[in-house]
């Protein structure tokens, strides 16, 4: 699979599984079948109401943790809260998010890119 280079120097896949749409059960059979076939990223959202299913796939997969590139959204409302993090690592249940970013540029998006930093 290809990779790119972010500016911090941790290797990202070009391609992956997008979970947009998906019920928590869909997100977990389709995160485990594409991780256990080759997929090594695996992007998803608190808006998309999946995380558990997402992180319970990744967990269900034969692919390490240290082997699959997790992305996460934070959703506008969430820019200025101080647990959305912790919130997110427990629902998907993991110990760290390899890349969140801001869902889109609404709201208060200076403060939440700060909260991120």
Known sequence: ???????????????????????????????????????????????????RG???GMRASTKAREDVFLETKLWPSFYDSDTAVDET??????????LMILHQPAGDYIT???KLE
Do not use: C, K, W
């Open 54 to 56: 997402v992180g319970r």
């Open 89 to 98: 690592l427990e629902r998907l249940g993991v110990a760290y998010i390899d």
């Open 1 to 51: 699979m290809n990779h790119i280079t972010l500016n911090n120097g941790v290797e990202m896949p070009l391609v992956g599984l997008g979970t947009y749409l998906l019920s928590p059960d869909e997100a977990q059979a389709s995160a485990t079948f594409a991780l256990d076939n080759g997929y090594e990223l695996i992007d998803t959202a608190n808006v998309y109401v999946n995380e």
């Open 112 to 114: 939440g890119y700060r």
